[in-house]
């Protein structure tokens, strides 16, 4: 990182930016599961699981991830209590 | 002798295939061994540019494969080297002349009588791709610090695992120091980090591999030039020597690092 951006605090170095994009875009390729279409399926995901439980959809999280050779599909859907309500 | 058969290829065009294949056949032939490199871009040839034997041609690829003349009719010998033959691509036709069939045939010819024999494979995907990768034994997949061309590369390696080629060797052609150094560059460690194949070498990016090109003479013929030396190591390491990797540094002069400092 260059004086520059350690003084002014700068955002991260173009070639960290590169390598998070890529890291993202290969999991994507290496499944053939666009963003575009992982959106759909959270919209999906929603109204399936809406049918068994409330669910607070401003709270959903859903993302690929790659560890040790396996991508995996991570949804992190928070559930709404009755008693709170 | 037995050949191995080596594939050059990458997917995105532009990185340094033919560049790449040109070097390693002259460095391997420079070795000792026997080598043939066949140009497999139909359509698009370049290979015979580089190594600087394109007054030479009279048949072709898809020549040998039609029939219209023998194999060694179409061998340009490198009367640099000792042992050193090219196969140019045609030029007036296209992928579709010649079959994976055709190339697995085409080499199993030459097993006998080479070391090595090397082919440049077309950019992409396609036919072209296939027919370059059918007949290999082992394949180097080239890429560039950039994330356009790592992500071919990325698809290039589940297509060759797919093949059952292997996962390849990697090569990262064209680095450069001064920018990784400033941040501005995916590090060699970065790529392997993401494309999770075996490292075969490491090119820098040198002015010298434009002027070699200018010539028709691979820099691997002359001393001095870093990428002709990251070439020759490759060579080596296909030979199956240990070789270190070279500690690739920046060109340090003053007004560069002022330059820097203030691009930044």
Redesign the interface.
């Known amino acids: 990182m260059s004086i520059f951006r350690r003084l002014f605090g700068q955002k991260e170095s173009s070639s960290a930016q590169a390598k998070n994009r890529l890291k993202l875009v290969l999991v994507h390729d290496r499944v053939d599961l666009s963003p575009g279409k992982m959106e759909l399926l959270k919209d999906e995901l929603i109204k399936v699981i809406s049918k068994y439980v409330e669910i607070d959809s401003d709270g959903i999280d859903i993302s690929l991830s790659r560890n040790n050779e396996q991508s995996q599909l991570v949804a992190n859907i928070p559930l709404l209590e009755v008693r709170h309500k | 002798m037995s050949a191995t058969v080596i594939t050059i290829t990458s997917g995105k065009g532009g990185v340094g295939k033919t560049t790449t294949t040109a070097n390693l056949s002259a460095a391997l032939a420079a070795q000792g061994k026997k080598v043939v490199a066949i140009d497999a871009d139909i359509g698009l040839r370049n290979l015979d540019v580089v190594m600087g034997l394109e007054n030479r041609i009279v048949y072709d690829l898809v020549d040998v494969v039609e029939g219209t003349c023998r194999l060694r009719q179409a061998m340009i010998k490198d009367k640099r080297l000792q042992d050193l033959y090219l196969i140019p691509a045609a030029q007036s036709r296209d992928k579709t002349s010649v079959t994976p069939g055709d190339m697995i045939e085409l080499t199993n010819q030459m097993r006998d009588e080479f070391d090595y024999i090397l082919i440049d494979s077309p950019a992409g995907i396609e036919q072209g791709f296939k027919n370059a990768v059918a007949p290999a034994d082992r394949v180097l997949v080239v890429t560039t610090p950039?994330?356009s061309a790592?992500?071919d590369a990325?698809?290039i390696i589940?297509l060759i695992e797919a093949e059952e080629k292997g996962p390849g060797d990697l090569v990262v052609n064209r680095l450069r120091m001064d920018?990784?150094r400033?941040?501005?560059?995916?590090?060699t460690s970065?790529v392997i980090?993401?494309l999770?194949i075996n490292l075969i070498g490491v090119v820098p990016d040198d002015e010298n591999i434009i002027v070699s090109t200018n010539q028709g003479r691979p820099v691997v013929m002359s001393n001095g030039s870093t990428a002709g030396q990251a070439f020759r190591n490759i060579a080596s390491r296909l030979n199956g020597q240990n070789v270190p990797f070279i500690e690739l540094k920046e060109e340090s002069s003053f007004i560069k690092k002022i330059s820097?400092?203030f691009r930044?």
Do not use: T, Y
């Not at chain 2, 400033?182 to 590090?187: F, K």
């Open positions: 950039e994330v790592v992500r990325d698809r589940g920018m990784v400033r941040g501005d560059m995916l590090d970065d980090d993401i999770a820097n400092f930044a």
